[in-house]
């Protein structure tokens, strides 16, 4: 029985594409589609690409792509860990290496960036409401004598008082 590769080369050829032509039509590098082609999957950052890579080459030559990702699965099996999962990343400084890291973190870094963003907005809305409420608006009102501006005026007097109404 043939490979993955081997199919997917023999598709392609059976139409009459070339390389070029694949790699426009999935949108994949021309390295990748003959790494496809070679069963060479170190190209691929991960085995999740390398099935949605094939699925969408045997899309374009034609072919039903399940039998391929079944095959591509006993393939894998036979291969040790550190050939299906390398990257073909390579830091080139220190930043850059730092970056790579936390981009592969996301999922750990992003949700508790969100839970931070959510705690802090609620304790900071929690301190403007306490505020606002706990603020005495009568603090700085005075004795409720009037003082006028001239000095006939500024004889201090109490106002009067409302006239109470009895019902």
Request: hydrophobic letters at 40%.
């Given at each position: 029985?043939?490979?993955?590769g081997?199919?997917?080369?023999a598709?392609?050829?059976?139409?009459?594409?070339?390389?070029?032509?694949?790699?426009?039509?999935?949108?994949?590098?021309?390295?990748?589609?003959?790494a496809?082609?070679?069963?060479?999957y170190?190209?691929?950052?991960?085995?999740?690409?390398?099935?949605?890579?094939i699925?969408?080459?045997?899309?374009?030559?034609?072919?039903?792509?399940?039998?391929?990702?079944?095959?591509?699965?006993?393939?894998?099996?036979?291969?040790?860990a550190?050939v299906?999962?390398?990257?073909?990343?390579?830091?080139?400084?220190d930043?850059?290496?730092?970056?790579?890291?936390l981009?592969?973190?996301?999922?750990?870094?992003?949700?508790?960036?969100?839970i931070?963003?959510v705690?802090?907005?609620g304790?900071?809305?929690?301190?403007?409401?306490?505020?606002?409420?706990?603020?005495d608006?009568?603090?700085?009102?005075?004795?409720?004598?009037?003082?006028?501006?001239?000095?006939?005026?500024?004889?201090r007097?109490?106002?009067?008082l409302p006239?109470?109404?009895?019902?």
């Amino acid at each position: 029985m043939s490979s993955v590769g081997e199919q997917l080369r023999a598709a392609r050829e059976a139409r009459e594409l070339t390389v070029e032509q694949v790699a426009q039509a999935t949108k994949l590098k021309l390295t990748q589609i003959e790494a496809l082609e070679t069963g060479d999957y170190s190209a691929f950052p991960a085995p999740v690409y390398v099935r949605g890579s094939i699925r969408n080459y045997a899309d374009v030559v034609k072919i039903d792509p399940a039998p391929l990702i079944e095959q591509l699965k006993a393939e894998m099996a036979g291969k040790p860990a550190e050939v299906v999962h390398e990257s073909p990343y390579v830091a080139k400084g220190d930043i850059d290496g730092l970056t790579w890291r936390l981009a592969s973190a996301w999922r750990i870094v992003l949700p508790l960036a969100v839970i931070l963003i959510v705690l802090l907005g609620g304790f900071w809305t929690y301190r403007i409401w306490y505020n606002y409420h706990k603020k005495d608006y009568l603090v700085n009102l005075g004795t409720g004598q009037y003082q006028g501006t001239t000095q006939a005026e500024k004889i201090r007097e109490t106002l009067p008082l409302p006239p109470v109404v009895k019902p």
